[in-house]
């Protein structure tokens, strides 16, 4: 049976990012995923936006991962010519109890170590944009876009030039523990394969749950409910009216941001995602539904009056895996190690949505130190 030191299953951007830092270190690191190449579900279908890691409550894993992995994404991205661009982000306020949550939201910030944002008044953000329509708003300096092909690529070379390897069109099937690490079916283009792993990593994003059920040993209890939660975009056809990200303040009971305006590297205009929990299948369903178009616009409306219907079209959409299920509170990334199921060696990632491109690089680093602490 052929051997290696660490098997990470998905090569979305957290297991390309895991895949880069364990290879510093491990000579033998094979990254797998089922599709023809690397990153083809959530991790090319979300807003490419680096967050500053305002919203996530305190000593939760996704303020501090999100901080920390903000930092060294902008570092990386200067170091291996990676497109991005800090252009900041404007949370804009209609109301009095809107800028109220606005106070609450900076001192949030604040206690998660983002200590940058600046109050805007109605006349600062009219300058911003003459479209804008808010009466005070946040800005925050450090939110940027990202070109995440690029960067997840570079990650990809990066794991290759220290040795590892990609199996593209390779399923994991299945494995049991042993006292030299793991025992592997994998299922490699119709062939089923077995492979020995002294570290196995679940970094299977949608599917994280469904892997860890498929590894011997790994107690129904360790292994959380996953809710798939698809969120859509639709673009703004002609010149952006906005040189910055513009977020409304998010509703009560949301699940995500609340329909905000982003910009792609191209400067092309988008709005979304909004929130809807679907059932769990074997493919995702990335369908748009146009009626979904009168939502979307009186959402924008809030903030953009001016909008015009005619250029807002159906783009595509990404789906959330997430731990908080619907009207559930608050739920924090899961990265499991042997405390939490019991066998030394495996790493269970779940629940990594939003942050998650942005604290990629921060995640790694924990699995990292989590696989330092058990071995
Ligand atoms: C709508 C939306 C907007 C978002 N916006 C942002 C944002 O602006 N900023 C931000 O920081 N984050 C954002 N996110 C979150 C971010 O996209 C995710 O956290 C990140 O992409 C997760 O990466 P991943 O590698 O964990 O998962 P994925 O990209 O889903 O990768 C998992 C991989 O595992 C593979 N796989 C699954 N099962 C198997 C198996 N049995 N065998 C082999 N391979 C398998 C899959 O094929 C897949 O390629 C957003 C997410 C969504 C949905």
Redesign the pocket.
Known sequence: MDKVDAVI????????AIAARLSCKLSNVLI????LG??????S???????AGIYYPEESLKASLCVAGKLALYEYCQKRTIPFNPLGKLIVAQNEDQQAYLEGLLLKASINGVEDLVWQSRRELHRFSSELKASVGLLSPSTGIIDSHSYMQSLLAEAESNGAMFAAN???IGAEPTDKGFNLSLDIEGEVMSLQSRYLIN?????ST??AQNIDGVGRGSIPELHWCK?HYFSYGGKSPFSRLVYPVPETNITGLGIHATLDMGRQLKF??DTQYISRSTTPDYSIDLNLKPKFLEAIRRYFPGIDAAKLQPSY?????KLQGPNASFADFRIDGCKAHGIQGLIN?FG?????????LAIAKYVEALLAEET
Do not use: C, M, W
């Open positions: 299953v998905g090569a979305g951007v957290v297991g390309l797998i995923d089922k599709h690397f990153g083809e579900e959530t991790s279908r979300n807003s490419e936006v680096i967050h390779t399923q994991f970094s299977a994003g949608l599917y469904d892997v969120g979304g995602p959409s990404g789906v959330r895996p990632l990594i949505e939003s942050p998650g491109l942005t604290a990629s």
